[in-house]
């Protein structure tokens, strides 16, 4: 069973930077897939970033790319995320989540992918 951890969150002002880490247990490094997601107050969840085994390729939501950077390190079996630049519209609550499955590319940017989440993390971008 894959068990998920986040943290990092906090209050930045706009233009800081924060570093979000998940700590995942019953994943391997030969098949998962783990993303995240951030929820605002009003708002549904939203696909931020994504990862999987055996591929190359990292996926972000438009309204993230090039600022922020999804990174694994299956030492340690943690997934962080590095958030530059930031902007109040960054606020929310972020979440972990992982599949013990490699899911399909096209699948990655939704939540039905995963089967494990996190607790949840929170982002508070001031202006």
């Known amino acids: 069973q894959v068990q998920l951890v986040d943290s990092g969150g906090g209050l930045v002002q706009a233009g800081g930077s924060l570093r979000l880490s998940c700590a995942a247990s019953?994943?391997?490094?030969?098949?998962?897939?783990m993303a995240w997601f951030r929820q605002a107050p009003g708002k549904d969840r939203e696909f931020v970033a994504a990862i999987r085994s055996g591929d190359p390729n990292i996926y972000y939501s438009d309204s993230v790319k090039g600022r922020f950077h999804i990174s694994r390190d299956n030492a340690k079996k943690t997934m962080d995320l590095q958030m530059n630049s930031l902007k109040p519209e960054d606020t929310a609550v972020y979440y972990c989540?992982?599949?013990?499955?490699?899911?399909?590319?096209?699948?990655?940017?939704?939540?039905?992918?995963?089967?494990?989440w996190g607790q949840g993390t929170q982002v508070t971008v001031s202006s």
């Open positions: 019953g994943l391997t490094t030969s098949s998962f897939g």
């Open positions: 989540a992982g599949n013990s499955r490699r899911p399909i590319s096209s699948a990655l940017r939704g939540g039905a992918a995963y089967t494990s």
